[in-house]
């Protein structure tokens, strides 16, 4: 049998009453009640022979302290003020006009740095106004001016590692280990005891970002469950929605091809949008689903919200042979859903599994691998798909740039700015700040959806500070500089807020590169020559320039973009990207009766059309600088 109880709290010996639920001919059960239950905690209890069960609801869309009870809520009551009225950011616009932010909710306001009150919450994302003590916008100001269009926030359903009801005490977790999948994570709320908190704060959230014209992404984790015999799934159907075969390696793997746990997919999925008006989820292991699946839920979500943006890991890991996994590999059968593209990551840094080898920003390597990522994994006539390296499916991916999601630096493995000091030692700032120019503007410059790792666009760095090093505590996954004087840590999921913070310190020591990276993302807005989605349209307007023809030293990597072709207001558009150490000699192609325009020298914009400096005549000869990605146009 299966029994329904009542509480007034959602911990402790406060119960109310116990009520048997019938079983109805579908094999629903239920029980009617015929009073408003508004405020009240309740848990089902599964009796399987001699043996009970008590859990929450696996559909529970709310809760008390810490999940273990779900919490009663009238919805209608958990919106914000004009929360029917506003209207979502980006409605109807093209999946590759996203340039998304990927954050963690806690980093963005616990420094002090931040000038944000409410620190590790959800309100602290929603703070205006807010700056550092020298007088740069942090928080909210600080996306609105970058000029992002989505905020993908990692995991904030409610998680397990964190206790919420000890606030007080340093915690800190990525969230990759879910505990109740349709509920807001309590420990960004300002009272994680009361079930409708959260709720209206995550909501207030989503309304504040969308005023501001950012859509909010959410980070889903399906695959796996951490102790998944001891939660929801695991006792109310004993052994259904787990597979034998466990490839996650953080807990058991969930059944995605079986049919209720598909169905517990795209309902949540389902509600999530609908109810907190999301603009799309990034998915977790994606490769331990089946693309039928995977395919469901772009089906079922694209029914509520056209322009949702669906993207996740599809990394190669299931090898039990049962159903076709949402990989790479099998893109092409999934054409709504976006990859992470690691051949991109991997050939701009160098591979993140060897933090000393470098990449085409240090030394030319791994052009086809950057090409791959620049065409946005589309077909191409000019790549040589053998030589694309670092990724499990080295061809075309589907016809549409979006399955192509561009990034060098996300949450997982080392920061850019790590990895730049790991395999060039000893360099001067500026030099590093520079790699970091040539590496973002290689991301935003791409077709496809880029991503950016919040802090990015001002080197984040998770060095281990030297008073930390001094205590001698034990690190792992640390990579570590060839004197031993510098550490550098990779995952850092449950690492302490020292190390995964955002110093907005940094923000205005970098604030160069801040503003470079404004400038990118302005680019890539005005212009459709960098969102192109499909690949014909790919195929008729972007060509990479031949290097020999262009007298350029072979491991130089140069495109050109026809702007007539695919309704820019730009006739034509070079890039060239020059990684080595002196400058590279580029004479500029016929231009007709016009001239070339300088965009960018790789270190600066320049916004002034009227000096003749940077108006340049078919046939000069420019100096295209070292470690740049230099822009030239024909208005």
């Given amino acids: 049998g299966v029994y329904l109880k009542i509480y007034n709290d959602g911990v402790g010996n406060n119960l109310v009453e116990t009520l048997p639920m019938e079983r109805h001919w579908t094999g629903v059960w239920f029980v009617e009640i015929l009073r408003s239950l508004d405020g009240y905690f309740y848990t089902f209890t599964y009796e399987f022979s001699s043996q009970k069960e008590e859990t929450i609801d696996i559909y529970a ?21 004009g929360w029917d009225k506003d209207a979502d950011p980006h409605a109807g616009n093209s999946i590759v006009d996203a340039v998304i ?26 703070e205006t106004g807010t700056k550092n003590s020298q007088g740069i916008s942090t928080g909210l100001d600080h996306m609105v001016n970058l000029g992002i269009t989505h905020l993908h926030i990692l995991p904030s359903y409610d998680y397990g590692s964190v206790d919420e009801s000890k606030l007080d005490t340093p915690q800190f977790n990525w969230g990759y280990d879910p505990q109740n999948y349709g509920v807001p994570e309590g420990s960004y709320s300002s009272d994680p005891f009361n079930g409708t908190v959260r709720i209206k704060e995550l ?48 807990g058991e793997d969930t059944a995605s091809e079986r049919e209720m746990f598909r169905k517990f997919m795209i309902d949540t999925l389902s509600f999530w949008l609908k109810e907190y008006k999301l603009s799309g989820f990034r998915f977790d292991l994606m490769g331990l689903h089946d693309t039928d699946t995977m395919n469901a839920i772009s089906k079922a979500l694209k029914n509520i919200r056209k322009d949702v943006l669906l993207y996740g890991e599809g990394w190669q890991m299931y090898n039990a042979g049962k159903m076709v996994p949402a990989t790479q590999v099998n893109a092409a059968k999934m054409p709504d859903i976006g990859h992470f593209n690691d051949a991109i990551r991997c050939a701009i840094k160098g591979p993140v599994f060897n933090d000393q080898e470098p990449g085409f920003i240090h030394n ?21 798909y053998s030589k694309v390296e670092g990724t499990a499916a080295a061809t075309p991916w589907t016809e549409t740039t979006w399955t192509s999601v561009n990034y060098t630096e996300i949450h997982d493995n080392i920061t850019l ?43 984040r760095t998770k060095e281990i500070p030297q008073q930390i090093l001094d205590t001698k505590e034990e690190f792992y996954d640390v990579g570590w500089s060839s004197d031993k004087k510098h550490a550098y840590l990779r995952n850092t999921y449950n690492i302490t807020d020292k190390i995964n913070n955002l110093d907005w310190k940094r923000c205005e020591e970098k604030y160069d590169v801040v ?5 990118l993302i302005s680019l890539r807005k005005q212009h459709a020559a960098f969102r192109l989605s499909t690949g014909k349209q790919v ?66 914009f320049i916004n002034d059309d009227s000096n003749p400096t940077y108006q340049l005549d078919s046939g000069s000869v420019f100096n295209i600088r070292p470690k740049t990605v230099t822009i030239f146009a024909i208005k």
């Avoid at 980093?107 to 929603?126: C, H, M, R, T």
């Avoid at 052009?367 to 006539?381: C, D, Q, R, S, T």
Wanted: with cysteine.
């Fill in 515 to 519: 503003t470079y990276v404004q400038e």
């Fill in 539 to 604: 195929r008729e307007c972007l060509s990479f320039i031949d290097n020999k023809k262009a007298g350029l030293t072979e491991q130089v990597l140069a495109w050109q973009l026809d702007g007539t072709k695919c309704g820019d207001s730009w006739e034509k558009i070079i890039i060239i990207a020059n990684p080595f150490g002196s400058d590279a000699k580029y004479q500029l192609p016929e231009a007709g009766n016009k001239h070339w325009s300088l965009i960018t020298d790789g270190s600066h």
């Fill in 203 to 250: 909501k207030s959230l989503i309304q504040a970002y969308a005023k501001a014209g950012i859509g909010i992404i959410l980070d889903v984790v399906f695959n796996h469950v951490r102790d998944g015999l001891y939660m929801s799934l695991g006792t109310s159907v004993p052994g259904y929605f787990y597979r034998i075969e466990g490839y996650s390696g953080a």
């Fill in 417 to 459: 700015n790590d990895k730049l000091h790991l395999v060039e030692e000893n360099k001067p700032e500026e030099y590093y700040d520079q790699l970091q120019k040539m590496a973002i503007s290689l991301i935003l410059l791409s077709e496809g959806m880029p991503i950016l790792h919040a802090g990015m666009e001002f080197c």
């Fill in 101 to 126: 932010y990927e954050l963690h909710v806690r980093d963005l306001s616990v420094d002090e740095s931040s000038g944000i009150q409410n620190k590790g919450k959800f309100l602290g994302l929603i």
């Fill in 364 to 384: 030319g390597n791994r052009k086809e691998a950057l090409k791959f990522g620049i065409v946005g994994a589309v077909e191409h006539p000019d790549i040589e």
């Fill in 61 to 81: 869309k709310a809760c008390g302290v810490n999940g273990e009870r779900g919490a009663i809520v009238d919805f209608s009551t958990t919106n914000p003020e």
